[in-house]
């Protein structure tokens, strides 16, 4: 017997994750926001292969996870297709379900948060549902496990029927009508009289698909097709389409669906303060800069015992192994090297929970729809913003989740802008040197740092757009669920899958890369720190930021960096010397910068801006598929942080 696969999709923000993961028992990352699932995931039922679809609202073929989740469902031909609703939105929602039906696929509806539907006091007949949609409904609340063993009895129950019944959705009949007559031209030619799919690729034409177009024209008299049919489609023909669509659903509403009039709703509430137009940017900015705060305040006794230990371990290894060249590699090269990235994840894992919290709360997704409203005044998509949210975990699915915007040139103004937001690899440099600089004011420094990003890349987008990738304005569409007080397990789970991705980095990248930088430091043996191969190879780079009154260790960091940001605190360590504990770290680099706080400033603003590492380069490519793309973005990223870097310090009376 052949191995069975079934599909999971759905809109965005349903809890579609959340399904996948009671279904396989993956733990795979969970939000309460829109577009976390940029690619399919897989896991097993049983002996049954699951895969989880990217989150969409259409099947279109422009926006590209619209595109990666039909082409599955086309080629690819799951034995069974689970659509995923919102059970509270159920009108928004049922809109990609007739879609899924006017394909040749067995579909199960998956009527999602009915926990929340309960305390609506909402009423849905899932007999009736089942009536018009001609598939079978069942309804679960998955964050809570409920009727899971359910959906799975009936997933094994759908599998074992061998053919596909006759359960298509019927519009009216003069939309029935036009189909009809487009799939009468289409059987005149021998390549679709045995087509499966000839409603669909009727109704596809009925809406011009550029896509479906294209691979008629590939076939032979493909372009003598292509003139009937356009003798007979008509300019109205996707608005009636749509407009047949939107009916049946209000019909299905009308007479399965019923919900309180009046009823007080918190989402409703909290959203007059968060979405207000005067407020919600001002809310999130003070959200954002608590974030840092609480990083800050919580992580400082984590740090200290960390820095304990490392220290106390130095000294134990000197002792047992004296002076020598292993003993300043396992002490120079791995402890304070490596070791003075390890003393800062407490700040990232605790920024990763406020961060899970946030999602998972459905803040995050208000967030991005409160600054659409000013990024559309700049002619901007609003999608972009939701990838700068991204990228404050990580820039490589931040660009990745630029797939979901339609337009191409929009979804390559979101990638290069992407590397301005501060992702979480520059902050253990942030940290250290604003702890240093300013002491009690650190948190609000890198806060700034933060925000910047934000202003640079929103500003850097209008640019490109203008200037280099004019397109027109597209649809931002987002869904904003209710509210959910997020549980332990799950937001714990988030802080700790991104945490383990920053430590499987550490301990890959960062660790040969540590190793790389302790034997340029040392070699050639007994000579001065200022004759290594690192400090003449940083000599040599150095006259390149004179301007910018960056000494040669710094030079070196900004180098490194380009490996991964994070090594830039472990160059400083190991140029520097520093075999005891990071405090006497922080005051040594701040001489390199000159004493100068506004110096030191800059140096951020240039680790902030400046071309993202190598993996993200590697991500570039490979979502734009160009290699001048790709050099651009390296580019741009250098002359906008050599820039900004220079200005901060000509507006801070470095040149005065």
């Not at 965005?12 to 795979?28: I, Q």
């Not at 034995?79 to 899924?100: C, F, H, M, P, S």
């Not at 031209?185 to 021998?190: E, P, Q």
């Not at 506004?598 to 140096?603: D, E, G, N, Q, R």
């Amino acid at each position: 017997m052949s191995e069975q696969t079934i599909a999971l999709i759905g809109n965005p923000n349903v809890g579609k994750t959340v399904v996948f993961n009671a279904l396989t028992g993956s733990k795979a990352h969970v939000a309460n926001w829109p577009g976390v699932t940029v690619e399919k995931k897989t896991g097993k039922m049983d002996n049954i292969t699951v895969v989880d679809l990217p989150g969409t609202y259409s099947l279109t073929a422009t926006a590209i996870d619209d595109l990666i989740a039909r082409n599955y469902i086309l080629e690819d031909s799951p034995q069974l297709v689970i659509d995923i609703l919102d059970a509270t939105n159920l009108e928004r929602n049922l809109y990609l379900g007739l879609l899924l039906k006017e394909i040749n696929v067995s579909v199960i509806f998956v009527l999602n948060m009915m926990d929340i539907v309960r305390k609506k006091k909402i009423q849905i007949d899932l007999k009736k549902l089942e009536k018009y949609l001609k598939s079978p409904v069942i309804s679960t609340a998955a964050i809570n496990d409920e009727g899971i063993s359910d959906l799975k009895k009936l997933i094994k129950q759908e599998l074992k029927s061998s053919s596909l019944k006759d359960d298509r959705v019927l519009y009216d009949e003069e939309i029935e009508s036009r189909i009809t007559q487009i799939k009468d031209i289409l059987t005149k030619y021998d390549q679709f009289q045995k087509d499966d799919n000839l409603r669909w690729i009727s109704i596809k034409i009925l809406e011009k698909d550029e896509k479906v177009f294209e691979k008629i024209r590939e076939i032979p008299d493909g372009e003598k097709i292509i003139g009937d049919i356009e003798k007979l489609v008509k300019k109205e023909d996707r608005i009636l389409l749509a407009s047949a669509r939107y009916s049946y659903i209000s019909e299905i509403i009308k007479n399965c669906y019923k919900s309180p009039r009046n009823h007080f709703s918190v989402s409703g509430f909290l959203d007059q303060f968060f979405l207000d137009k005067y407020l919600g940017i001002p809310i999130f900015l003070v959200i954002l800069w608590a974030m840092f705060e609480f990083t800050f305040q919580v992580a400082t006794p984590f740090m200290s015992l960390i820095e304990l230990i490392q220290e106390k371990l130095g000294v134990l290894i000197i002792n047992l192994l004296g002076e020598s060249l292993l003993s300043s590699f396992l002490v120079d090269g791995l402890i304070n090297g490596f070791g003075s990235i390890i003393i800062f994840l407490p700040n990232i894992f605790l920024m990763f929970l406020v961060l899970s919290f946030l999602e998972d709360s459905g803040y995050l997704s208000r967030a991005a729809f409160v600054m659409d409203r000013f990024m559309y005044k700049l002619g901007l998509h609003g999608r972009s913003f939701v990838s700068l949210i991204l990228g404050f975990g990580c820039n490589i699915p931040a660009i990745m989740s630029a797939r979901s915007i339609e337009s191409e040139k929009d979804r390559l103004v979101t990638i290069m802008i992407n590397q301005n937001i501060s992702c979480s690899a520059r902050l253990p440099v942030y940290i250290l040197i604003a702890g240093v600089v300013w002491r009690e004011n650190a948190g609000g420094i890198v806060f700034s740092l933060y925000l910047l990003g934000i202003i640079v890349g929103i500003s850097m987008a209008l640019i490109l757009q203008k200037f280099v990738l004019k397109s027109e304005r597209s649809l931002f569409l987002l869904e904003l669920g209710d509210y959910r007080f997020p549980t332990v397990k799950y937001t714990v789970i988030h802080m700790w899958e991104r945490g383990r991705e920053f430590l499987k980095k550490a301990g890959k990248i960062i660790l040969v890369t540590v190793i790389i930088l302790w034997f340029l430091q040392v070699f050639p043996l007994g000579s001065s720190p200022n004759e290594s191969y690192l400090y003449t190879f940083g000599k040599f780079i150095q006259p390149i930021f004179s301007p910018l009154h960056f000494g040669v260790i710094a030079v070196i960091g900004i180098i490194f960096g380009f490996i991964a940001k994070e090594v830039v605190i472990s160059a400083f360590a190991l140029m520097l010397g520093v075999s005891e504990s990071l405090p006497s770290l922080g005051p040594t680099i701040f001489m390199e910068f000159g004493s100068s706080p506004v110096i030191a400033y800059s140096f951020l603003v240039f680790i902030l801006l400046y071309t993202p590492c190598v993996a993200a380069l590697g991500t570039i490519y490979q979502e734009t598929g160009s290699k001048k793309w790709t050099i651009f973005s390296v580019l741009y990223g250098l002359g906008l942080a050599y820039f900004m870097a220079f200005l901060v310090q000509l507006i801070g009376g470095v040149y005065f």
